[in-house]
């Protein structure tokens, strides 16, 4: 099993890698469009800015690359929102895979935090690559941008409104939260994500 | 429904905890990794490591801390002590640190955290602020409480929310190690100032401390060390408890 982590300005490489080997699989973190291509499964992960993190992966040719991939794709994160359209952050055209645009939480219509931070539950929609058992179940969220919910979404969190958790279209799998940062749950989805 | 947390908080010098811990039957108590994923297996929501070395050989061991930490706790860690510059917060983050906290830095030069939130986003700064009650204005103090800064803690909270703080982290030092509950009235005015999540800090001693924080003092996370160290509050209990008091519990 090959595993690649696309390595950008916008990644949390280090703690993916971790929590996979912690499943007992070694990851190669590289921005090598070969060995991304030849990989097995690729992780696109992300803690970042969707502008500065788009305007990378274009000079650096990644753009095109990540679009082209035939294997399972998982974008985290912000990896999740570069994955859609259009994000509201930065204004920016993103790369267009889920047929959605990422939108601010609005914080006028409710009292609640922006970023939505912390732990909060998932409902799944569809049978999907979340494993059913894991329905309701808590996971790790930072964000202030979220995917509102579309034809692709496969789980949902509510925070101001019911938005996606978790997307999947053809090869390409997303969620919001972090699998990496969330326990025995998260551990469980990217576990999943694996083995597909 | 967004989950209240419980965030307990390491002190290590050199690599180890230094405040006392006591666990029956758990003989790896000095080391703050093996104590973290302790924490982390009871339910603990997130974890802070607070480095208190001075020495610069000490700062290299905290480094090689972060990095065992990263590899071996699967939820969401804070690290602070000694950040001055972006650079140190960069090489926390790259050694797999989630968040920061600056404390005194913050309050010495405010552009820090402007700086920090720039180039990693605002998530990852936490600003730690410890103030007390003088007359009837809470103060902040820095270096460890040992200097006033006359700044007012409801204004300096708000100017880092503006700066680009993702959290702020409140100690009451008149709180602080008392036990008698946090400073509640303190933690409302600030949750109804701000627009960001309060993590409360300094006081907790008892299970209704804990209910008190969430619901008088609106708080988003409840911070604690002893108490969790002594096992005189086991933290799978702690959020039994609130779960049958109707807060919302990751369990």
């Known amino acids: ?196 | 429904m967004l989950a209240k947390r419980i965030i307990p908080c390491l002190d290590v010098k050199d690599g180890q905890t230094v405040k006392g811990v006591n666990f029956v039957n758990f003989r790896e108590a000095g080391d703050p990794v093996a104590l973290g994923k302790k924490y982390s297996d009871d339910g603990a929501d997130e974890l802070v490591y607070l480095d208190i070395t001075a020495s610069h050989e000490g700062r290299k061991t905290f480094i090689d801390l972060v990095r065992r930490v990263a590899e071996n706790v699967s939820i969401p860690f804070t690290v602070g002590g000694g950040i001055n510059q972006v650079e140190d917060v960069e090489k926390l983050l790259n050694a797999g640190a989630d968040k920061i906290s600056i404390n005194s830095a913050a309050l010495r030069n405010p552009d820090l955290i402007d700086g920090i939130a720039r180039r990693f986003g605002n998530q990852v700064c936490v600003t730690a602020i410890d103030a007390r009650m003088e007359g009837n204005e809470w103060v902040c103090y820095i270096n460890g409480g040992r200097v006033s800064t006359g700044r007012r803690l409801l204004e300096w909270a708000h100017e880092a929310q503006e700066r680009g703080a993702g959290e702020i982290l409140f100690t009451s030092m008149d709180h602080d190690g008392v036990k008698t509950g946090f400073a509640n009235d303190a933690l409302a005015m600030l949750h109804d100032t701000l627009s960001i999540p309060v993590i409360a800090s300094g006081g907790a001693g008892d299970y209704d401390h804990f209910y008190d924080v969430f619901t008088q003092g609106k708080a988003d996370a409840a911070l604690a060390a002893s108490i969790f160290h002594f096992n005189e509050i086991p933290i799978n209990e702690l959020k039994e408890y609130l779960c049958k008091r109707n807060i919302t519990v990751r369990l």
């Not at chain 1, 035939?70 to 994000?87: A, T």
């Not at chain 1, 914080?107 to 935090?113: I, N, R, Y």
């Open chain 1, 1 to 196: 099993m090959k595993i690649a982590i696309i390595k950008y300005n916008a990644g949390n490489n280090f703690s993916v890698e971790c929590a996979l080997r912690r499943l007992g699989y070694e990851a190669i973190v590289t921005d090598n469009p070969e060995e991304i291509c030849q990989a097995d499964k690729v992780i696109f992960p992300g803690v970042g800015e969707a502008r500065s993190a788009m305007e990378y992966l274009r000079a650096h040719g990644l753009d095109e690359v990540i679009k082209s991939l035939k294997q399972p794709v998982l974008g985290i994160c912000i990896g999740q929102q570069l994955m859609c359209r259009h994000s509201e952050e930065g204004d920016v055209d993103c790369l267009g895979i889920f047929d959605v645009d990422v939108k601010r939480f609005d914080a006028t219509q409710s009292d609640l935090k922006i970023p939505h931070m912390g732990w909060n539950t998932i409902s799944l929609s569809k049978d999907d690559f979340i494993p059913s058992t894991l329905n309701g179940k808590y996971v790790y969220y930072v964000h202030s941008y979220y995917v509102p919910v579309n034809e692709a979404t496969v789980a949902t969190t509510d925070y101001i409104l019911p938005y996606s958790a978790a997307l999947h279209k053809d090869n390409f799998y997303a969620t919001q939260f972090h699998p990496e940062k969330s326990g025995d749950i998260g551990e469980q989805i990217l576990k999943s994500f694996i083995e597909l």
